[in-house]
């Protein structure tokens, strides 16, 4: 308490010397004072666990195991009314969320979702950046935070916008304190088409380097990087000749996580996208480029087509994929070894827990907590996985949201 008191005075005096408090602990001291006060034990405030979703949802446990959860009339997020929250992220002790405001991303204008908190239970609306055509409150759909030229950034992918007409371009949104925003537009997108502007990219960190995987379900869309010193994106060509892009098909069966990357506490990195129908996982290992060795891990097989691998958590000795219908699999050494290989594929795992093929679940995202030394992963219907060194189904224990029936978007585990 006493910390939070000299916080808030020296923020009161630093607010008479400047119109914006930069809390970036790498450009001022008073951000670096901020990171540091505004945390316990040298972590940031806030739950041990917290995830967002559908009707300006927002969950947070301490444990995994039992959740609270505030939606609809009691949502936390200002502004928000019968909207989506897509993706959460942290980082420069503060949380950052991101969707929209009203029903979900196929409303295309005014309804830009983004809210920041320095403990992810009190959240603030924070201005959208219009685009480069003036339109105002294009949707976000997912949110990175990273490392570039040794600042840390946060990275928002939105939706595309047709830009004069036919090329498009992603709507994308960077900031170093969470609070004050640039746009960045990402692109020309590469799809052009009716529903075209309903397609995004989504962003994630791949070692120094941001970038934007279009979300197509292919190895052969464009991938955007980000050049922290040139402040611009740049299209980069990655794997080729893995499939075709295809439009995301509209909610429930969107697909935002269809082409992304994954990178691990050992810095192995890996990619994941869909091939003929079929997702596939890719790994390069540090200080490699993609495709010095042959780094096709495997096929995701899960004798359905276009069930895909939607998300990865990582302990120090522990990498897992989750996807669709219950399916998950894993490896302790991030290299060739996996759950089983049955006939030239790996096969992952088709059971969770209780979530089987009579009750399946559509993962979503999955973290994993340090200091608990605990796995969660969420899904549709409200559901929840949670363990610790699973290696069996039964490893595995699943309890559900309170009062919550729909899907559960993004989680985070607090650093």
Known sequence: MRSLIWFFLICSLG????KAIDLDASKSPLGFLANFIVSTGGRPLGPEFVAVGENCSLFTSEDGQNWTVQQGASTPFPGCNGGVIYDIAIGNGVWVAVGTTRGDYRTTSNNCGLWVSFDALIWQQIPCPPTATGAAGTPLRSIAFGQTGGRGVF??????????????????LTSYDGFNWERKHIGPTGVDGVESNLATCFASFDADTGYCAGESGSYSQINYKFHPDLGTWKADGVLGGYGYPTIADPPPNYRPRSFWYYYTKQNVHFMTGMGDGLPYLFRRLPNQ??????????????????????????????????GDKCSWVYTTDQKGNWTAYTEGVWLPFTNLGSCNVDHPVNWADAAYNIYLNRFVVVGTSGTVGIATDPKAAEDWSIVHAPSYTSRINAILAKP
């Open 15 to 18: 607010c008479n010397r400047a």
């Open 155 to 172: 990275l928002i992918g939105g939706l595309a916008f047709l830009f004069p007409k036919a090329s498009g371009y992603y709507y994308g």
């Open 289 to 322: 480029a993609w495709g010095t060795n042959d780094d096709r891990v495997f096929q995701f097989y899960t004798y359905e087509y276009d069930n895909l691998i939607n998300a990865a958590a990582d302990s120090n000795t522990k990498v897992i994929f989750f």
